[in-house]
């Protein structure tokens, strides 16, 4: 007979060490509640992909998010739903249908507690110690407005991990949460867990935040097919994110929300190991394939909105590798070199048959190729680096429909670029106060989830929301948990 399993009993149990989970966990112990936190990592990579990015955030100011986010977010093209079901979006929450709650689609009136409550989100994580601005971003155009944490995402790591600490949240590091404990209602009551001396359950409402499963090869291989083995995290802490969360929650009957069959794509140098090493310069250039071949229009609009469809592009090549090809007239624009996040250096040409050889495509194709473009290039008069200018290519397919001038100055630059893996947009399906459904659209009592692991993208991501809505949805989740625990009239704040 074996032994039994050590137990550990809290209020509230947050699994993940990331924005979701951090703000969860603070959340929650400001209620009273007593909180433990659970993360796979050591204490010293603790925070998951939120240690490793800028953390853009879709703002215009600290006080009002920028125009357009809801929009954005609900128009995103999410297949054609039977309208029999959507239409109940219009009535009153109380007279919707199991049906349309579990359905997979954005839910509008969660994209408006987002946006409603983003804001506070932000001053109240400004009074933990964080610091916001409206930081540079590697973007040469863009389509919206940006803040971000001062710092970046280790900022958010550093700050609410020590908030965290000082409202009491216990750290559990190097664990892992496997199972989802349930009573005999089908009520989540705790995790079973696993660390380095054995397992452990640990008992308590649940909040999951433990992300994606970009860093689960079967996971991947499962939902995206051969497209798995041409991308990978694109960080180190992505490697942790295996979707446990996921799978528990499934095994409860959980719904599920985004597109299961893709990914946050970023375009990135394959040959750098450094986080987010991102190549954004391509609209001033041009994408070739290992055949030497142009195989999409590279400037189609501001590069924060088109740079992830472009990158999906890049990964249909062979290997799912292509080069941006780049002269010294491309290499002039003012801050290009801000869109190079690469810590390795470019591939150097005098000539375009030159650099053909050394990025290991034919020369005569990459001639024809860039030759073609050439021609095709208008007048560059009206050129305008920091807006669309319509400088279009003529009779070329495809097309380049912005900031299209001649490849033709000498010594030539290439990068390599691939899709790197951000985050997966399949997840839980969540109310707006951030209770995972299940599939009759019912909230699965004792359990919360926030952050990536919750499905909200279908077709494209809608630029630095990601960070925003987990901190947000994760302070939501925290303070749902935390008082769903107290005995009716208890005023929040007092013990759990």
């Not at 991947?220 to 295996?242: Q, S």
């Not at 005098?350 to 095709?376: D, F, K, M, Q, S």
Request: hydrophobic residues 40%; aromatic residues 6%; proline residues 6%.
């Amino acid at each position: 007979m074996s032994a039994a399993q050590p137990v550990a009993t809290y209020d509230v149990v947050v699994v993940g060490g990331g924005v979701a989970g951090l703000t969860a966990a603070c959340s929650a112990a400001e209620q009273g509640a007593r909180v433990a936190l659970l993360d796979r990592a050591t204490e010293a990579e603790t925070g998951g992909n939120t240690r490793y990015t800028e953390a853009f955030l879709r703002m215009r100011s600290l006080e009002e998010t920028a125009d357009g986010l809801e929009d954005t977010l609900v128009e995103d093209f999410m297949g054609h739903p039977d309208p029999s079901v959507v239409h109940e979006a219009a009535a009153a929450p109380e007279r919707r249908s199991g049906l349309y709650r579990a359905l997979h689609l954005v839910d509008p009136d969660y994209v408006a507690e987002l946006a409603a409550h983003a804001p506070a989100t932000l001053a109240w994580m400004s009074g933990h110690g964080m610091r916001f601005d409206a930081l540079p971003t590697p973007f040469l155009t863009t389509s919206t407005t940006r803040m971000a944490p001062v710092g970046g995402g280790l900022a958010i790591v550093e700050t609410m991990g020590r908030a965290a600490r000082g409202l009491g949240v216990t750290f559990h590091f190097e664990t892992t949460a496997r199972e989802l404990l349930t009573d005999a209602d089908g009520a989540v009551v705790g995790v079973r867990a696993r660390t380095a001396d054995g397992p452990v359950e640990v008992r308590g409402r649940v909040v999951l935040a433990s992300g994606g499963y970009q860093g689960n090869a079967e996971l991947m291989a499962r939902y995206h097919g051969d497209k798995a083995l041409t991308t990978r995290p694109v960080a180190r802490g992505g490697g942790y994110n295996k979707g446990e969360g996921l799978e528990m929650a499934l095994a409860l009957g959980a719904a599920t929300a985004g597109n299961f069959s893709l990914f946050h794509a970023e375009p990135v140098d394959p040959r750098s190991g450094e986080p987010e090493a991102a190549i954004f310069c391509f609209p001033h250039g041009v994408l070739v394939n290992a055949a030497g071949e142009r195989f999409v229009d590279e400037a189609r609009g501001p590069v924060d909105a088109w740079y992830e469809r472009t990158t999906r592009d890049i990964q249909a090549q062979e290997r799912g590798v292509a080069w941006v090809v780049l002269d010294q007239q491309g290499l002039a624009v003012p801050n290009l070199r801000a869109g190079i996040r690469t810590d390795q250096p470019p591939v150097r040409g005098a000539t375009i048959a030159e650099l053909a050889t050394r990025i290991g495509v034919p020369p005569e194709a990459l001639a024809r190729t860039v030759a073609a473009y050439n021609t095709a290039c208008p007048d560059p008069a009206g050129f305008d680096h920091r807006a669309p200018d319509g400088l279009a290519t003529t009779g070329l397919a495809p097309a380049k429909s912005n900031w299209a001038r001649p490849i033709a100055e000498g010594p030539f630059e290439a990068y390599p670029v691939m899709a790197a893996n951000v985050f997966t947009f399949g997840g839980l399906k969540t109310t707006p106060a951030a209770e995972v459904v299940d599939r009759d659209g019912r909230p699965i009592t004792g359990l919360w989830a926030a952050g990536e692991l919750t499905g909200l993208y279908y077709s494209n991501y809608t630029g630095s929301t990601s960070v925003l809505r987990g901190a947000t949805f994760g302070r939501i989740a925290g303070r749902e948990a935390a008082l769903a625990g107290l005995p009716a009239g208890l005023p929040a704040g007092a013990s759990a």
